[in-house]
């Protein structure tokens, strides 16, 4: 499957932003779709997943509550709203999307080895 993630910006703290994440090529609901952030001279890491139907998602700790995850299988798209965002967000924005086998569990989906990356979208937040 091809990915290609999209909204991203420059936005100041506090403020709101929306990613998405368009999926082409096969059936989007048979992966799990994970996002994942890159800031400078960090390793890539985990920001939110969520299940094939959409029915489980999880969370980092140092978004939840802030972010929220969704998917529209129909339309092969998966969102990211970003709420509340603070400078410490910023970074390069990754989707990605995970076939085979795998739990629902918060470590299976937060693990990075997915099968398919987009080519991610930066995220600048200014204080």
């Known amino acids: 499957v091809q990915l290609q993630a999209f909204g991203g910006g420059w936005v100041q703290a506090g403020d709101s932003l929306r990613l998405s994440c368009a999926g082409s090529?096969?059936?989007?609901?048979?992966?799990?779709m994970g996002w994942f952030r890159q800031a400078p001279g960090k390793e890539r890491e985990f920001v939110s997943a969520i299940w094939r139907s959409g029915r489980i998602t999880h969370y980092s700790d140092s978004v939840k509550g802030r972010f929220t995850i969704s998917r529209a299988n129909a339309k092969n798209l998966v969102y990211l709203q970003m709420n509340s965002l603070k400078p410490e967000d910023t970074a390069v924005y990754y989707c990605?999307?995970?076939?085979?086998?795998?739990?629902?569990?918060?470590?299976?989906?937060?693990?990075?080895?997915?099968?398919?990356w987009g080519q991610g979208t930066q995220v600048t937040v200014s204080s």
């Open positions: 090529g096969r059936t989007f609901s048979n992966y799990v």
């Open positions: 990605a999307a995970r076939s085979g086998a795998i739990l629902s569990t918060f470590h299976d989906v937060s693990d990075p080895s997915y099968d398919y």
